[in-house]
């Protein structure tokens, strides 16, 4: 199995507001996690890159592996109107050139 | 910052026709893929190109679809005899090395008539 889950949302929240997303997997195999944003028509932008459970922090971005629940997760702390977009997890076997396997997205809306 | 770039950004072909989807990957990387996502579904992946070679292929890259690196900088996806589900948006990533992340282009919409 190498089921990604992600809800879809939409999500909407007030401008300033920390923002939880979510996704959840199903094979203990995944190794490195990553965290992609995407506008409308665009392609997928790297977020974050993680490598097994832990905690990562960029800026106002806070992306958490949990292993053992296979539990991923992305903050976004003050959010701003321009991160209105669809959030993307997706994650691989191993670093060996491995084909990424991604959740369905979260819709995300940050209300000025 | 490099990019993946891609071309054409929206491609409108007749059912049966061949099409010829065009990427320039991320200068020196060594990895490169195909996605593609259909409307309203997930980013799904297609095949990974390493070496000269395939390296890995999903079950929906059958064989009316085929890869080549023509040149030191294009990666092209040739779908041979399209059909109408093959319509969605076709995303070309490349990373430099096997322990970096992908990094994505912004898609060629391929519609189908």
């Known amino acids: 199995q190498k089921e990604v889950e992600q809800d879809p949302g939409p999500l909407s929240v007030p401008e300033g507001a920390i923002v939880s997303l979510n996704c959840t997997y199903s094979?203990?195999?995944?190794?490195?996690f990553m965290w992609y944003r995407q506008y409308s028509r665009k392609g997928p932008e790297l977020l974050m890159y993680?490598?097994?459970?832990g905690n990562k922090e960029d800026g106002r971005f806070t992306a958490q592996v949990d292993k053992s629940s296979k539990y991923i997760s992305l903050f976004i702390r003050d959010s701003q109107p321009s991160d209105s977009a669809t959030y993307l997890c997706?994650?691989?076997?191993?670093?060996?050139?491995?084909?990424?396997?991604f959740g369905t997205g979260t819709s995300l809306t940050v209300i000025p | 910052e490099p990019e993946v770039t891609q071309t054409p950004s929206h491609q409108v072909t007749q059912m049966g026709q061949e099409v010829i989807l065009r990427c320039v990957p991320i200068s020196n990387h060594l990895y490169f893929y195909w996605y593609r996502q259909i409307l309203g579904q997930k980013v799904e992946f297609l095949v990974s190109f390493y070496n000269n070679e395939i390296s890995e292929k999903s079950e929906i890259f059958d064989d009316q679809f085929s890869v080549e690196r023509p040149d030191g900088s294009n990666f092209t996806l040739k779908i041979r005899s399209t059909k109408l589900e093959d319509s969605a948006m076709y995303f070309c990533a490349s990373m430099g090395t096997a322990s970096q992340p992908q990094h994505f282009g912004d898609g060629t919409r391929l519609s189908i008539l």
């Open positions: 997706a994650m691989s076997l191993s670093n060996t050139g491995n084909q990424f396997y």
């Open positions: 094979n203990s195999a995944f190794q490195y």
């Open positions: 993680t490598y097994s459970s």
